[in-house]
């Protein structure tokens, strides 16, 4: 998946191609457009199905990226305003259950809003399915959508449902079948959820590393986040860093085969820190990594280029204790250039950290910290 910038807040865009998922973060912001309109409520409109499975993933990404619902997404050439869309989702998942691939009336939908109590739970497929054709019966008598869709977990505002129904087409999207359940929680975290963007070094190769980043994509998307594949290369770490146009609350998932003194060293520096500004930095170690958890000391990477040695400005600092008494030494050739308690350093600026070789464990790891 490739690197793409933020989106514009009011709209999103939906390839004209039926088969092609067009990421939000893709768009360029227009507020003039002589390409899109609004639907005449005389004129009939109908999309594909694939189109609104298209529209589903942009709006899911556009969310997640811009943290609010969009005004309206463009599919084709038809600018469609959520309380529609919401209406052709639940169109959309009815026929994808069913294997219906007929094309879908655009209808002419109001908004009406609602106070949400949904409690953090799961909706299982027979339930989401249920729900689905409920709202869609509700919305083609009375032309609106309703305040809150009522569960036996609470209330469900139409931006929640819309994401929610965004999430279980994607999930369709990447696995080709609809999930045994979705998770649902309030549409105010959801719009806390940080965007993902994932760095590698050069671990075994070019294909092995870029299939690593995508498996946990797909799973990642399979779990309702928005999550790309930044870049390989043993400066990608702090090259995203530097792109002004991520999310300010970002979370940055870089991808090591090795635990290199250096790299985690300058984590801790003023100027990695302000680069870094409001964004997260998850860090992870693929094995053969050195394993760093209640290490004493790493030393210097054979192949670190780039860390002044130490008693140089932004040098490794004063930090060898060689005979164990908690007094770090001076003065021993070969000796100071390294890490002194990595895990502890890491920990102390903030950051946190996983050693594993298991694409699920990692996954459900990174999760956890697009919450907080």
Partial sequence: MDHTSAASTNQTTVSKTNQTVTSAATLKTTTK????????????????????????????????????????????STKVKMPQFLELLTTAIIKINYKDSTSILLKSVTNTTGTETIKTSNFNKTAYLKAAKTLKNYMDTYHKVPGVYKTSNGRMDYSNLIYTYCKIIDFYNVQ???????????????????????????????????????????????????????????????????????????LIVDIYGGACAGTLYEMGLDWYKNLRASKKVYTIFWPPSTQITGLDFLPR??????????????????????????????????????????????????????????ISTIVNAIYKQTLT
Avoid: C, M
């Avoid at 899109?36 to 009939?44: A, D, E, G, P």
């Avoid at 060689?322 to 895990?343: C, M, Q, S, W, Y």
């Fill in 33 to 76: 457009s002589t390409e899109t309109k609004l639907v005449s409520s005389t004129k009939k409109v109908y999309f594909k199905p694939a189109q609104i499975r298209a529209a589903a993933t942009t709006v899911k990404n556009s969310i997640l990226i811009n943290h609010k619902l969009p005004s309206y997404v463009t599919i084709g």
């Fill in 176 to 250: 080709n079948r609809l999930p045994n359940y979705v998770s649902v929680t309030t549409f105010k975290k959801v719009i806390a959820l940080r965007p993902v963007y994932i760095t590698s070094d050069n671990i075994i190769n070019k294909t092995a590393d870029n299939a690593r980043i995508n498996s946990i994509v797909k799973g990642l998307r399979a779990l309702g986040l928005y999550a790309v594949n930044w870049g390989l290369g043993p400066n990608s770490h702090v090259a995203v860093l530097g792109q002004t146009n991520l999310p300010k609350n970002a």
């Fill in 301 to 358: 990477a054979h192949d670190d280029n780039f860390t002044p040695k130490y008693g140089e400005a932004n040098g490794f600092p004063d930090q060898v204790d060689v005979n164990k008494d908690g007094i770090f030494e001076t003065g021993l050739p070969g000796r100071e250039d390294g890490l002194a308690h990595p895990d502890q350093y890491l920990h102390s600026n903030g950051y946190q950290y996983l050693y594993s070789g298991d």
